[in-house]
Each structure stands twice: as C-alpha cells, then as structure tokens.
T-cell receptor
Framework: SQQGEEDPQALSIQEGENATMNCSYK?????LQWYRQNSGRGLVHLIL???NEREKHSGRLRVTLDTSKKSSSLLITASRAADTASYFC?????????????WGLGTSLAVNP | DGGITQSPKYLFRKEGQNVTLSCEQN?????MYWYRQDPGQGLRLIYY???????QKGDIAEGYSVSREKKESFPLTVTSAQKNPTAFYLC???????????FGDGTRLSIL
C-alpha cells in the first residue's frame, strides 16, 4: 500500500448526509493536506493540519489527525451536490534530511440530489 | 485575480514530436511544480523548481524537460523519449516548498 492511501476509493451519498474519507500514511509527517479535484480541473487546497494538531475545522469541513495511528479523516457535513469531486490527501513526509509531499490515490465522492 | 494558467487545455502529439506545455502564474510564488495524473492514480511529480534558474527532477522525470527562466513561467517539454505521454498534466505553485500548492486547470495530452 502507498503512503497517503485514502479509503474508501469511492463513496456515494444523498444530499444532506455526512461524508467521511480516511487517509493512512506510513512515515512521520510534518503536516497533512487535503485537496479537492472537480472532474477535469486542477486541485484546490482545502485544509492543512500540522503534526501537533488533532483537529481542524473550515466551514462544513472537519479534519482529524491521529499520529499514533498514522491516519487522518476528512468529514464533510450536510453534503451538497456541489461537493461531488475527488478528494486527495497529501502528506508532507520527512525522510531523513529530505521533505517530500506524497499524494494518495484519492476518494471519489458522489453526492446525489 | 491571481492564479495559474495552463495552456493549451488539450494537446495532441505525433510520433517523434516534442511538445511544450505552458504554465504561467501571477501569484508571486517562488516554487513551481509539474505533475502527471493518470486515471485511478494519484499525482506523480515530474519536476519542481524552488527558485528561478533552478529545478530538480521528481519521481518520473525521464522523457521530460523544464526551464525556469522567469519567476512566473515554468514550461514543460514532453520529448519523444517519453513513450507513454498520454495523461493529464497539472502545474502548481506555492510560496515555498513547505506551503500548500495552487493548481492550474491542467493540460490533457494525447497521442495522434
């Protein structure tokens, strides 16, 4: 499995429901970032959570980080059809003296009206 | 509005041809990146540049080349040595390599 591995790979929910996506990683990190990608478009940065933070909020988004389990979750509350997109986590990973941003494969979210 | 502009949106390459993808940013960012995205895969780093006149290879640099002569511009050339160039190419920039990245809307490259 890869660093920054999201699950589920795909998620389909009804409008108004909450959506939860998870990201697992293997090495120590400086921070973890979540991005959204609409079909055929570039990625948009959503939230950055540092390794010493446990939870962060931005509007309807809530991100948690558990460094002991090497995992993070992204919760979207009261989802809307416009939230339909792919969501990627990226870990700012430390490998010796090098820092590297490692991307996951993404979770494809479909919000049905 | 500040942002990153990639052009063209669609590009077709003939056998043996080099093609260049444009990436321009007016965010005054020092760092710029090129990624390749294939279906069902995450982003793979091709090249990155932390400052003008300097760039480093990423994970899949073979068959690609870049230049960084101006802060605003980071063009990517897909050479004929890249045997499987069909992919979605994304350019990004950030204040520095530790900050979140801003992305362009990509160039989809196909082979004729």
């Amino acid at each position: 499995s890869q660093q920054g591995e999201e699950d589920p790979q795909a998620l389909s929910i009804q409008e108004g429901e909450n959506a939860t996506m998870n990201c697992s990683y293997k090495t120590s990190i400086n921070n973890l970032q979540w991005y959204r990608q609409n079909s055929g478009r570039g990625l948009v940065h959503l939230i950055l959570i540092r390794s010493n933070e446990r939870e962060k909020h931005s509007g309807r988004l809530r991100v948690t980080l558990d460094t002991s389990k090497k995992s993070s979750s992204l919760l979207i509350t009261a989802s809307r059809a416009a939230d339909t997109a792919s969501y990627f986590c990226a870990t700012d990973a430390q490998a010796g003296n090098n820092r590297k941003l490692i991307w996951g494969l993404g979770t494809s979210l479909a919000v049905n009206p | 509005d500040g942002g990153i502009t990639q052009s063209p949106k669609y590009l077709f390459r003939k056998e043996g041809q080099n093609v260049t993808l444009s990436c321009e940013q007016n965010l005054n960012h020092d760092a710029m990146y090129w990624y390749r995205q294939d279906p069902g895969q995450g982003l793979r780093l091709i090249y990155y540049s932390q400052i003008v006149n300097d760039f480093q290879k990423g994970d899949i640099a073979e068959g690609y080349s870049v230049s960084r002569e101006k802060k605003e511009s980071f063009p990517l050339t897909v050479t004929s040595a890249q045997k499987n160039p069909t992919a979605f190419y994304l350019c990004a920039s950030s204040t520095n390599k530790y900050q979140p990245q801003h992305f362009g809307d990509g160039t989809r490259l196909s082979i004729l």
